[in-house]
């Protein structure tokens, strides 16, 4: 079974607008970590957010924020205002305390920002 | 500023040819791994090493191995070399297992013909 799922393989918004990308994730332990990971056109990865399960808090960072929700096991990123600099591919990371050493993975989500 | 290194960034090879993927990293990290990014299947981990001399294997292991005779190299081998093993590999550091963020090499496209 996915662990991380991120059912939007792809989205289109024209520049300005809010975006929201989803991720829901399946878990038995009750320390875990989140992840989300850019992908621009240009091939790397980078990283953006880590969140534990201990924290409920959303956060915010510029134009971008982040909605954990352990009720119903989601990770989910907002991008407001979006533009054109935010087409990517993005993941959607999980890792268990107790199995360690793994990071879990999503298909990630491409977004297209049309300017 | 060099973080994690790869080389080559591009490689073909034929059906059976055997190669390797260097990796370096220059942030002391304990924690390496290598990924391969197919289409539609994210990343998904191959081996990963914890410490110098400590490998293990993660989901898609098979046709690869892997070696950590250091702390800053994690060198990924194919031995021989199948068309179902092209796509993009990157390698990772971390500096904690589980906790820390993985910083990424910039990735290495095989082709395997």
């Known amino acids: 079974a996915q662990k991380v799922t991120q059912a939007q393989t792809e989205i289109s918004v024209v520049e300005k607008e809010d975006v929201t990308l989803d991720c829901v994730y399946e878990t038995r332990d009750t320390t875990y970590y989140l992840f989300w990971y850019k992908q621009p056109p240009s091939g790397e990865l980078v990283f953006l957010i880590r969140?534990?399960?201990?924290?409920?808090q959303n956060e915010i960072s510029g134009r971008y924020s982040w909605n954990f929700q352990k009720s119903t096991s989601s990770f989910n990123f907002t991008i407001t205002a979006s533009q054109v600099v935010d087409s990517a591919v993005y993941f959607c990371a999980l890792s268990e305390a107790r199995s360690g050493n793994q990071f879990y993975f999503g298909t990630g989500t491409s977004l297209t920002v049309i300017p | 500023n060099a973080g994690v290194t790869q080389t080559p960034k591009f490689q073909v090879l034929k059906t059976g040819q055997s190669m390797t993927l260097q990796c370096a990293q220059d942030?002391?990290?304990?924690?390496m791994s290598w990924y391969r990014q197919d289409p539609g299947m994210g990343l998904r981990l191959i081996h990963y090493s914890v410490g110098a001399g400590i490998t293990d294997q993660g989901e898609v292991p098979n046709g690869y191995n892997v070696s950590r005779s250091t702390t800053e190299d994690f060198p990924l081998r194919l031995l021989s070399a199948a068309p179902s093993q092209t796509s993009v590999y990157f390698c990772a550091s971390s500096w904690d297992f589980n906790t820390g963020e993985l910083f990424f090499g910039e990735g290495s496209r095989l082709t395997v013909l």
């Open positions: 942030m002391n990290h304990e924690y």
């Open positions: 969140r534990n399960s201990f924290d409920e």
